[in-house]
């Protein structure tokens, strides 16, 4: 997976070995990605992130994939919106 190194668990700090799991056996914590960001940053630069199409890929570096990605996966950068009469409605100031 290119630039990660591990799977860690935020609540105790176990480690794991990358493979398809997804909370800590021992205290079934969530487990975040460990990435090598040295190699990262050697890698890709802000510029060159920058000047890729706008979508998911473009940070593909940063995703915990193997290869390139699947025709069809091409999403993001859809825009917020700002629904004032559904934060009115549930009595927050913004949403």
Same mark, same amino acid.
């Given at each position: 997976?290119?630039?990660?190194?591990?799977?860690?668990?935020? %609540?105790?700090?176990?480690? =794991?070995?990358?493979? @398809?799991? =997804?909370?800590?056996?021992?205290?079934?914590? @969530?487990? #975040?990605?460990?990435?090598? =960001?040295?190699?990262?940053?050697?890698?890709?630069?802000?510029?060159?992130?920058?000047?890729?199409? #706008?979508?998911?890929?473009?940070?593909? %570096?940063?995703? @915990?994939?193997?290869? %390139? @990605?699947?025709?069809?996966? =091409?999403?993001?950068?859809?825009?917020?919106?700002?629904?004032?009469?559904?934060?009115?409605?549930?009595?927050?100031?913004?949403?």
């Amino acid at each position: 997976m290119g630039f990660v190194t591990a799977l860690k668990c935020r %609540e105790c700090g176990r480690q =794991y070995s990358i493979e @398809p799991i =997804y909370v800590c056996e021992f205290c079934f914590g @969530p487990l #975040e990605v460990v990435y090598d =960001y040295q190699r990262i940053k050697k890698a890709i630069s802000k510029k060159r992130i920058e000047n890729r199409d #706008e979508n998911l890929w473009r940070y593909k %570096e940063l995703l @915990p994939i193997d290869g %390139e @990605p699947q025709a069809g996966l =091409y999403s993001g950068f859809t825009p917020l919106v700002k629904a004032n009469n559904l934060a009115r409605e549930l009595g927050v100031k913004e949403l």
